[in-house]
Structure formats: structure tokens, C-alpha cells
Nanobody, 125 residues
Framework: QVQLVESGGGLVQAGDSLRLSCAAS????????MGWFRRAPGKEREFVAA????????LYADSVKGRFTISRDNAKERVYLQMNSLKPEDTAIYYC??????????????????WGQGTQVTVSS
């Protein structure tokens, strides 16, 4: 049974940093492309970042480029999202997702096979 469990969310002030973590189990993590998505209040879920298992290539949404960094630790079967210079508009529930069988990184929600329950990030102004 595949499980993705996010942690690290919280309430911070604008300009602060947070690191989200996603622990994966029940899948071959080292050959799985991983992504982060978020859903802000009243909005659709949107792509944030993804990292390929094949070559470590990363992809970011324009809104977070230069502020967020996705990384992975295959030995620990975890994917991380380092979020710096947080803004109030980053407030959302952040979801970890697994894209089985993908070599490339894809920003399309429908391509992902498994999802975590999400972790809340709230950025106050």
C-alpha cells in the first residue's frame, strides 16, 4: 500500500522559511518522480515543483521559482520542499504526489498516481 505523509507545515510570517518533508512508503521511491502541489483557499490545486528520479531534473511553477527548492533523499525515501521568502499568497495546503513510471517531470496533476493528505502552510503579512 502506497503512503505519502507530509510534515513541516505551520504558521509563519512573510519572509520566513519552512521546509516540508514527504515520507514515502509502499513504492520504489528511487525510480519514482515526485512532485509538490498546493491548494489555496477558494482555488484549484496547482503545481509547485517536481523532481525526476532519472536525472534529478527539477521543474518549478513561475510563482515559486527562485524561492522554493525541491530535493530528494533516496536512502530515506523522502522528498523535501525548501520554501524561502514566503509570501501571504503561498498560504495553502501543500500536497506531495508520486508520478509512477515517469522519467520526465510533469506539472500536470492528472499524471500523478498517489497523493498525500496535505500539510497546511499559512503565511501572515
Amino acid at each position: 500500500q502506497v503512503q505519502l505523509v507530509e510534515s513541516g507545515g505551520g504558521l509563519v510570517q512573510a519572509g520566513d522559511s519552512l521546509r516540508l518533508s514527504c515520507a514515502a512508503s509502499g513504492l520504489t521511491f528511487r525510480t519514482t518522480t515526485m512532485g509538490w502541489f498546493r491548494r489555496a483557499p477558494g482555488k484549484e490545486r496547482e503545481f509547485v515543483a517536481a523532481i525526476s528520479w532519472f536525472d534529478g531534473r527539477t521543474l518549478y511553477a513561475d510563482s515559486v521559482k527562485g524561492r522554493f527548492t525541491i530535493s530528494r533523499d533516496n536512502a530515506k525515501e523522502r522528498v523535501y520542499l525548501q520554501m524561502n521568502s514566503l509570501k501571504p499568497e503561498d498560504t495553502a495546503i501543500y500536497y506531495c504526489a508520486a508520478d509512477l513510471g515517469a522519467v520526465v517531470v510533469r506539472p500536470v496533476e492528472d499524471e500523478y498516481d498517489y497523493w498525500g493528505q496535505g500539510t497546511q502552510v499559512t503565511v501572515s503579512s
